[in-house]
């Protein structure tokens, strides 16, 4: 019944419109095939690389479910030696449920290296936060880290001894860069769009979470519990775990190669081609942070709630334990930021440009 009503008010609808509208009565001759056009670019090609360097692998748009499908118990099950009241706090991942994306865009298949960090501030002439606020930023003091407790601050900070350039521990190029503020990841993504002509920005938090799933539905792309991280993500390891002794117990058990930074994409990428969503340094996302986001969030294209006082980071890094890198994790900090184990890693709308630049992202 109600598709021949349907059917019937399409038909009456066509006998209203104008006659340059109507369907034409017959089938029209086929048009010819339009001629290729070689002096036009392929405006989404799957990979983009930019002037520092940075490859941009395009993603699909795509459906997916955001957050942790079950329960503390079995949760529990999978990280059997975290304290169940540690567990207990990670509500904030759930309710999980199901976001779109409407729209394909690009990521860095790597955090923003050392290297192009320094090419990106010669370039623009950006200083650095912790340069700027004098204040400094944090870094790796063996001494303190022999003495060290848990509860207490791991690192020694901030002092303007330490910076993007210096976190006490060494780091090449292509390593990721830490010390970098959610302010400075803006002011990166404002010179590469002015200079780019495309979109610069951070990923929305449902972005980085689809893009650290790539179609995977555990607690890592790779699998469920610590284990799965093994020859996966540098992460807080067996070698890792000397110098820090009262962690030993929440080391990945096996070593991953590295007790610091590691060079980027060290490790095999996920199904969508990307390296390190876990570990190696956490990532900036743009979103303002809100325990009960989930509860609020939009079904398509959610950006966080309006907003707030802290920045969600997310994945883990190189002194972080399998638990707090997983896909579902939230972790957070004020836009200003600095530390040794936080860096960024970009996105790039795929929307062809408009006539100009747009501004990247908020405040
Ligand atoms: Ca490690
Ligand atoms: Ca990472």
Do not use: K
């Amino acid at each position: 019944m109600f598709g021949l009503a349907a059917a019937g008010l399409l038909l009456a609808g066509c006998a209203a419109l104008p006659a340059a509208d109507r369907p034409p009565a017959h089938p029209a001759p086929a048009a010819p095939a339009a001629p290729p056009a070689p002096d036009r670019p392929d405006a989404t090609p799957p990979v983009v690389v930019n002037r520092l360097g940075m490859v941009m692998q395009r993603l699909p748009a795509g459906v997916f479910t955001m957050g942790r499908s079950d329960d503390v118990d079995a949760l529990a099950r999978r990280f059997p030696g975290v304290e169940r009241a540690r567990l207990e706090e990670l509500g904030d991942e759930q309710p999980a449920h199901e976001v779109r994306l409407t729209r394909p865009f690009y990521m860095a298949r790597h955090e923003v290296t050392v290297g192009q960090f320094r090419a990106f501030l010669a370039a623009s002439g950006h200083v650095p936060e912790s340069i700027a606020d004098g204040t400094g930023a944090y870094g790796h003091d063996p001494s303190r880290a022999a003495r060290w407790q848990a509860g207490g601050e791991v690192f020694a900070g901030r002092d303007p001894r330490w910076s993007w350039a210096d976190p006490g521990f060494p780091q090449r190029d292509d390593h990721p860069v830490v010390n970098v503020t959610w302010n400075d990841a803006q002011a990166m993504a404002r010179w590469l769009s002015a200079t780019e002509g495309r979109r610069y920005r951070l990923p929305t938090e449902a972005e980085w979470e689809y893009a650290c799933r790539a179609g995977s539905r555990g607690d890592f792309h790779t699998g469920d519990g610590a284990q799965a991280l093994a020859g996966a993500a540098n992460v807080f390891d067996a070698d890792a775990a000397p110098h820090w002794p009262p962690w030993q117990a929440q080391a990945l058990p096996v070593p991953d190669g590295h007790v610091f930074t590691a060079p980027v994409g060290s490790y095999p990428p996920n199904a969508f081609g990307l390296f390190d969503l876990h570990g190696n340094v956490w990532e900036w996302t743009a979103d303002w942070y809100a325990e009960d986001a989930y509860a609020h969030a939009a079904a398509d294209d959610p950006a966080g709630p309006a907003s707030g006082r802290v920045r969600v980071r997310r994945g883990g890094s190189w002194h972080t334990w399998p638990v707090y890198a997983r896909c579902a994790y939230r972790n957070v900090n004020s836009p200003s930021t600095r530390y040794v184990l936080v860096g960024i890693r970009l996105v790039m709308d795929a929307d062809p440009p408009g006539p100009g630049p747009r501004p990247a992202g908020g405040p």
